[in-house]
């Protein structure tokens, strides 16, 4: 390692062996002039030949190393030496078997280490892309196939024989075991030493760990508390965060109370840094979220990333996620300084993600496993869905639309057309705003720029507003555009930050969410007035989603003030008072025409478990809010995806399309494919390039 030769060297193995048996090696300070004196004759010792010439231990090398004034002259092979440092000793005949045997130990051992230690040029193992068939389990749509840290195992969540359990599988295996104990499991996340798995009972609502060969489960976090824990992620620092109503909160791996961690920070999928610093997580949904980082020493965070999902730190320097138009990007981030410090670059084209499935799942040492599609596909959030009207009674009648991903939908005031969201994969995901007549069945397209979501119907039905995302900038504005698209929109609001309209008043204003502020606000705009918005509710916690009575006296909105999601009323222009209307969760709040009764969603991420709520509310002598009453269950797309008629009687819902079977909504889309990509951290870094 001084000279950064082996001891002896030679055109062929035949060559070295000779000078092996025949010469001392070459001194080092031949080639490294600086090396000490004591350290050349501590090394000229240490290489001798016979055992017995060497140092008896490493503990004599150690000292010698040390003791400058230490000298040695080597032996000459079969000539004794010139000068040493104790009497030199002959070999016996008997000993001239074992010299010819050592010799040829050394000439394995310097074989070896010159082997070992000559630069070798570097060598990529190829990658394998492979074919991954579930066999009899029949996943649910929003599981994942996670593979575990050291790539030898898989897990899913899904079906056996009509039992949603866990199964996994070893990599070298053919088939998925069931994992005993996991019924009802979902988000599935292995331990760092793959030992372990941690899940969520979908059932019963509890957190749980079990061991992969099965046994007793533990559980982490009951259900009692209305914590309801999703997505897991077991860090290497020995805790386990998750997320929940009430934001990000984090345990030690053999459980104890959860800690909350930020309460604005939620989505799916949240994940711990190797070295336990920091958690990187999603604020906001879908195509409206961006990835944060969570300090926990400083209990601060920050977003690096303004558009993604599903953030994944991997051992190439690099945070994965999904972006809003699909696929799957890399970009380089910095553990000492926890900053983004390059550009992304689009590592995977098809990556079918949704809100409640990342899509994908990588090993320690770069073992892939993904879900190749478009955006949303296979089912869940953003999957091909279709619009339903239904009535109090239980009758159903599907709107007669094109396929494909259509949400948001918003009745017109007359109740005679519906306003929506049309994703275009064309554009890469980005998403239209339609009209559709009920009566005459006409499709209309309204916007044909740009990202468009959340329409909203003027009181008199003659124009839409809408947000939207266009070229050359990430914030999302705020526009307006007659229905009948006599003349193109108009940017009626435009600042940093996202705006989102959620209700347009009689004499004009608009009340709308910003997040301008880091988290979410409400605030009022009048379009025509040409004045800044005024806020109506700023908080810590979010404040969204307001909807304001008929008489317009009350507001109705949904906040995290508790650390979850709850409907309440406020007195609208002013604040002043303050009702809870939920409790237990509450989203997507819609007045009735009586301004009377209220609407609201208790929405779950796992399909067919969302339930409609009606609450009465009285105003006499002041405002008093009875009991919530359960409408119905249904399988709702997401909290924002539903409307109520004008007659107060039929409600929209958006549901998946694909309504075949017994169990619909747990059924994976044809046009996608399961992949195991072996070595994908060799593909990565020629996607990359060396310089990245």
């Given at each position: 390692m001084l000279s950064g030769d082996p001891p002896h060297t030679g055109p062929t193995a035949q060559a070295i062996l000779v000078r092996i048996l025949t010469e001392n090696p070459r001194s080092v300070s031949e080639a490294r002039t600086a090396v000490p004196p004591h350290v050349t004759a501590v090394l000229a010792k240490a290489l001798e030949k016979l055992p017995a010439d060497r140092f008896e231990s490493a503990k004599a090398f150690g000292e010698a190393l040390e003791d400058q004034g230490f000298i040695y002259t080597a032996r000459t092979p079969g000539r004794g030496t010139a000068s040493i440092t104790a009497p030199p000793r002959r070999a016996p005949a008997s000993r001239a078997p074992l010299m010819a045997v050592g010799a040829v130990a050394i000439l394995a051992l310097g074989l070896a280490a010159w082997g070992w230690m000559r630069p070798e040029p570097e060598i990529e193992a190829p990658v394998a892309r492979l074919d991954l068939a579930l066999g009899e389990v029949v996943p649910l749509s929003f599981a994942d196939v996670v593979i575990s840290p050291d790539g030898s195992m898989l897990a899913v969540s899904g079906r056996v024989n009509g039992e949603v359990v866990i199964s996994i599988r070893r990599i070298g295996e053919s088939n998925f075991q069931v994992v005993p104990g996991t019924r009802d499991g979902v988000y599935?996340?292995?331990s760092p030493d793959g030992e372990w798995l941690v899940f969520r009972n979908r059932a019963d609502g509890y957190l749980a760990r079990v061991p992969v060969a099965g046994g007793g489960v533990l559980t982490l976090v009951d259900d009692?508390?209305?914590?309801?824990?999703?997505?897991?992620?077991?860090?290497?620092?020995?805790?386990i965060v998750f997320t929940s109503p009430g934001g990000l909160q984090r345990i030690p791996a053999l459980g104890s109370p959860p800690e909350s961690l930020d309460s604005t920070l939620g989505g799916n999928y949240p994940h711990i840094l190797p070295d336990g610093s920091g958690v990187l997580a999603t604020r906001g949904f879908g195509g409206g979220s961006a990835i944060y980082y969570y300090d926990i020493a400083a209990d601060s965070s920050w977003e690096i990333i303004p558009e993604g999902q599903h953030p994944t730190y991997i051992e190439t320097g690099h945070i994965l996620y999904v972006p809003p138009g699909g696929g799957l990007f890399a970009v380089p981030f910095d553990l000492g300084s926890h900053a983004v410090t390059g550009p992304p670059t689009r590592v995977l084209d098809r990556v079918a993600a949704t809100g409640g499935r990342r899509g994908y799942s990588v090993s320690r040492h770069g073992t892939l496993v993904h879900l190749e599609g478009e955006i949303g596909g296979g089912g869940g959030g953003g999957a091909s869905t279709r619009f339903l009207i239904v009535d109090r009674a239980g009758a159903t009648d599907t709107v007669r639309l094109p396929g494909g991903r259509k949400i948001r939908p918003r009745f017109s005031p007359d109740g005679g057309a519906i306003a929506y969201e049309r994703q275009d994969a064309s554009r890469n995901g980005a998403t239209d705003i339609y009209t559709f007549d009920l009566v005459t069945g006409t499709n209309t397209q309204i916007t044909f720029e740009g990202d468009n979501d959340r329409p909203l119907w003027s009181p008199d039905g003659t124009n839409l507003a809408f947000n939207s995302t266009r070229e050359g900038t990430q914030d999302e504005d705020l526009f307006s555009k007659p229905a009948d698209?006599?003349?193109?929109?108009?940017?009626?609001?435009?600042?940093?930050?996202?705006?989102?309209?959620?209700?347009?008043?009689?004499?004009?204003?608009?009340?709308?969410?910003?997040?301008g502020a880091g988290n979410d606000d409400l605030y009022v705009l009048d379009p025509s007035g040409g004045g800044d918005p005024v806020p109506y509710l700023r908080a810590p916690w979010n404040e969204i989603d307001a909807r304001v009575s008929p008489d317009g006296s009350l507001a109705a909105h949904t906040s995290s003030e508790t650390g979850a999601p709850e409907i309440w009323l406020r007195d609208f222009p002013d604040p002043t008072g303050k009702w809870r209307v939920s409790f237990g969760g509450g989203r997507g709040a819609r007045w009735a025409p009586d301004g009377r009764t209220l609407y609201y969603w208790r929405w779950n991420p796992e399909p067919g478990a969302d339930t409609l709520f009606s609450v009465r509310i009285d105003r006499t002598p002041g405002v008093v809010v009875r009991e919530s009453v359960p409408v119905g269950v249904f399988n709702l797309n997401f909290w924002t995806d539903w409307d109520l008629h004008p007659d107060g009687e039929r409600f929209l819902i958006t549901e998946l399309e694909n309504t075949a079977g017994p169990d619909p909504s747990q059924q994976a889309s044809a046009s996608t494919r399961l992949f195991v990509v072996l070595n994908w951290f060799t593909e990565l870094k020629a996607t990359l390039g060396k310089d990245r």
């Open positions: 599935p996340d292995f009692e508390s209305g914590t309801r824990a999703f997505s897991p992620h077991w860090g290497e620092d020995g805790t698209n006599s003349t193109p929109e108009e940017a009626i609001l435009t600042r940093g930050g996202n705006q989102y309209p959620d209700a347009w008043l009689a004499d004009g204003r608009v009340v709308f969410t910003d997040d």
